[in-house]
């Protein structure tokens, strides 16, 4: 037997946990009456190991809510979800199980994304992404071998959103010191989230080979920040001005992005508009493998510069975002020179 079975408590969303190589094959003690909710390459990847057969398949084509809904009405009674694959099969399950009530179990197949550990689905409502519901995972599956069926850039892109608590809690500060933080500033929570970061320092051989430990280590890694921001009510010490470039850059180029690597994009340039260590961070990515070069994106200077240059209006007009270093110094073409000095632009685009 080559899993393990823990309950995590506090505020973690995950109430059930089996970690191992062979997780998957523990399922079939767990799973009874049961949903399907996949994708074609996951579920081929999956369904040999599991040692039950499922009600229904629903695989996740469409997010949009009204064909969301269409779905789960056409889908037979059942007790229980397993949700297997990436964001999106996730994402469905979690819906499913919220709309019906059900028991969900959760398997991700890639760590790229944060969906796994995330209370709400997020969904499409015409078009635009909303997050519904409250769904937690009773097992959370983290089967180590199904992991590394993903290219290993891809589970290391899950790192992104632990490395954004860099930039994150320093902008946080930066509201503190001006009078202006949305949430009364909590120096333990950024004492926490900064010891994540540690954490991922530390681990930073074994995530970059995706090993059990570094695969294991971004898991939990996530669910401490739950364990900081569920209990707050939000995720100032994880998202900041890192996040923001990233809004800028989606509605500008109406394209969507990996998350791990644009978050890292942002965190080497913001880091360097706060003089917070870009060196550090930087390097740090570069060890890690995480693909967050303008180039691995596709995105070019001129494109990056002119999206800096417009970004303080752009925040100012979102009333929902908040204080952050780009208030606070701007962005002249003169900075915004220096701030991108040694990124590459010329490395070969991920996807
Ligand atoms: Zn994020």
Redesign the pocket.
């Known amino acids: 037997m080559s899993w393990k079975r823990s309950e995590p408590g506090g505020e973690t969303n995950v109430r059930a946990m089996i970690c191992g190589t062979t997780a998957l094959e523990s399922l079939e003690n767990e799973l009874e009456d049961f949903i399907v909710t996949t994708m074609e390459l996951p579920w081929s990847l999956a369904r040999g190991r599991i040692g039950a057969a499922p009600k229904a398949i629903l695989y996740a084509d469409s997010m949009e809510r009204d064909d969301l809904e269409l779905q789960i009405e056409k889908a037979p009674p059942a007790s229980m979800v397993l949700a297997l694959g990436g964001g999106r099969a996730v994402d469905l399950g979690k819906y499913l199980a919220w709309r019906r009530g059900l028991r969900l179990v959760t398997v991700p197949s890639v760590l790229s994304v944060d969906a796994f550990v995330t209370p709400a689905a997020g969904i499409r409502q015409q078009g635009q992404v909303v997050y519904v519901g409250e769904a937690t995972p009773d097992p959370l599956v983290i089967d180590y071998e199904l992991l590394r069926t993903a290219p290993s850039w891809m589970n290391v892109s899950g790192v992104?959103?632990l490395l954004?608590i860099h930039t994150a809690t320093h902008d946080w500060e930066l509201a503190r010191d001006a009078g202006k933080s949305e949430y009364p500033f909590s120096e333990s929570a950024v004492g926490r989230a900064r010891l994540i970061l540690n954490g991922v320092r530390e681990k930073r051989d074994a995530i970059r080979l995706n090993s059990d430990a570094g695969l294991q280590a971004i898991v939990d890694g996530y669910l401490q920040v739950n364990e900081i921001c569920l209990p707050a009510g939000h995720y100032r010490v994880e998202?900041g001005s890192e996040?923001y470039l990233f809004y800028e850059l989606e509605e500008r180029l109406r394209r969507p992005f990996m998350?791990g690597p644009i978050?890292g994009l942002g965190i080497a340039v913001l880091s360097a508009l706060q003089e917070n260590d870009p060196e550090g961070v930087v390097g740090l990515m570069r060890q890690l493998g995480l693909p967050f070069e303008p180039g691995h994106l596709g995105i070019d200077r001129p494109t990056l510069t002119a999206s800096l240059l417009a970004l303080r209006d752009y925040v100012r007009r979102r009333e929902d975002l908040w204080y952050t270093v780009i208030d606070e110094r701007p962005l002249s073409e003169d900075r915004i020179h220096r701030v991108l000095e040694g990124l590459d632009f010329d490395v070969p685009r991920i996807d």
């Open positions: 992104g959103d954004s998202e996040h998350h978050v």
